[in-house]
């Protein structure tokens, strides 16, 4: 791995201010929120670099990021969460580590994590102990930690991605691995008493619900991406827990849709689409 290219590309995160839609084509301002001389240093290795894998901004300006130090003996080593704001300090809200025999690791680079609009952030994290592993989702402010749901069966799976509302429920994926080569998707909301089953694939309406980043709103909606088993269907769909809304799918399998977004009446969702 060329471990300059790392150090070249992740040097910045900024916000790009989209102008109105009668304003001069070009007309973008850029706020620079941390680079990487401002991030802090290990004491051994090439230093700490931006994850180019990991990025979310809430509607006040704050941005969530990850990095990971880099050292020749582990390209992926402490990996650390940040919160940020344009000319603001760094706000951590969750690191890599060791306290005895307890070892407590973050998604690799930092992927999933998201942010709300008060700047609480979900993630992924596992722990290792003498007494037994757990994974969890997890959502902090910096200063206080709360658990949403957390296992000892490898079911939430570390590099999908997290979505939070400003209600601090959380969506997530869940992989219930049935044997080698088999496993039950689902896709759930919770947070930190109660969990809700959004759709799964169990009821064989769907074959796999997609890895791409889900959506939830203020009031619990989650739009997420989905294929069906008969015909082969590419859809985005919206649910709370109960009946399942489609709001658009394809049986054409050179279509796919990704990345929806959902506002909090849950009747407007932007959907990203691809045409192979």
């Given amino acids: 791995m ?104 973050l998604a690799p680079f930092g992927v999933g994590e998201s942010i709300n609009d008060s700047g609480v952030v979900a993630y992924w994290k596992s722990t290792q102990a003498p007494t ?26 570390p590099q999908e991605p997290t979505a939070i509302n400003n209600s601090g429920e959380v969506a997530f994926l869940v992989d219930n691995t049935i044997d080698a080569t088999h496993s039950q998707q689902a896709l759930m909301k919770g947070n930190g008493s109660t969990l809700v089953t959004v759709a799964s694939v169990s009821n064989n309406r769907f074959s796999s619900i997609d890895n791409a980043y889900p959506a939830i709103n203020s009031a619990g909606a989650v739009a997420f991406p989905a294929h069906g088993p008969v015909p082969l269907t590419s859809g985005i769909y919206v649910g709370s827990g109960g009946p399942l809304t489609t709001i658009i799918s394809s049986t054409d399998n050179s279509v796919g849709y990704f990345n929806p977004s959902l506002n909090d009446f849950g009747k407007g969702v932007a959907v990203v689409g691809q045409f192979y």
């Fill in 2 to 105: 060329n471990v300059h290219h790392y150090r070249l590309f992740a040097i910045l995160v900024a916000i790009v201010v989209i102008p109105p839609v009668h304003a001069r084509a070009g007309a973008y301002s850029f706020s620079l929120i941390v680079d990487q001389a401002s991030l802090p240093q290990p004491t051994q290795g090439l230093g700490s670099v931006l994850s180019p894998h990991a990025l979310g901004l809430n509607k006040n300006g704050t941005a969530v990021f990850a990095t990971y130090n880099v050292n020749f003996a582990n390209l992926a080593s402490g990996t650390r969460i940040y919160t940020a704001n344009a000319g603001g300090p760094l706000n951590l809200i969750a690191a890599e580590g060791s306290s005895g025999q307890v070892i407590q690791n």
């Fill in 132 to 157: 037994g592993s757990t994974e969890g989702i997890y959502r902090s402010d910096g200063a206080t930690i709360y658990e949403v749901v957390a296992t000892s069966s490898n079911q939430l799976l």
